[in-house]
């Protein structure tokens, strides 16, 4: 697959960017250069390979410095009412927001 310039014209218009004629070009053959590359991996077979949870995994033993999924506030009435009262409109304990889509 590759981007054609008017298809890096109509992304740059998406993103709200202006770029010139020859930004366009350069970044045409760099993108391209890139799904090239995408395309390579994509042939390489995978078959067997366990999936590393950091990439340093694969050469060492690497211990992921996460904390413990603990719950250290309680649910009650009185702290639900706490954090409400910073809303500027609430209704049974959940935020008022204004309609933004019709």
Do not use: C, W
């Amino acid at each position: 697959m590759s981007l054609s310039n008017q298809d890096i014209k109509r992304i740059a218009n998406l993103a709200a960017i202006k770029i010139s004629d020859e930004e366009s070009s350069q970044y045409e053959a760099e993108i391209n250069s890139l799904l090239t590359i995408f395309n390579s991996l994509k042939s390489i077979d995978t078959e067997g390979v366990e999936p590393l949870t950091h990439p340093l995994a694969m050469l060492e033993e690497v211990q992921l410095r996460l904390r413990d999924d603990v719950v250290t506030e309680t649910d009650t009435p009185e702290h639900r009412d706490q954090l409400m009262s910073n809303a500027p409109a609430s209704t049974e304990g959940v935020f008022l927001v204004p309609k933004v889509i019709e």
